[in-house]
């Protein structure tokens, strides 16, 4: 994220804790061991936010990576902090499928 030159992205996916809540919820879940779907899911739905940011389509990386986040934090929601921020995700993703 830091290399696609946008402060305030990278700022939002900072504030996010992606990398940490998801390590940490991945422990306390039974994803153990981690399933090859789960495996492949993300690798499509990253591979589809770097092709919009390579394309420059401002739209498809909003939903792409909306997308993303929304399934990760469904998936790894285990704790009530991990919770609070797929609430506020929800609200985010409302606004743009307004």
Sequence with gaps: MSHCGNNRLYKFYQ????????????????HSPLKMS???SNVMEHQGILDALEEGDS???INAAIR???????????????R???EKLRKVKAKYES
């Design 15 to 30: 504030d996010l804790g992606t990398n940490r809540i998801t390590f940490l919820a991945y422990l306390g879940t039974n």
């Design 38 to 40: 789960t495996l492949e």
């Design 59 to 61: 739209q498809r990386f």
């Design 68 to 82: 993303h986040i929304s399934r990760a934090c469904e998936d790894y929601a285990v704790d009530d902090e991990c």
């Design 84 to 86: 609070l921020k797929l």
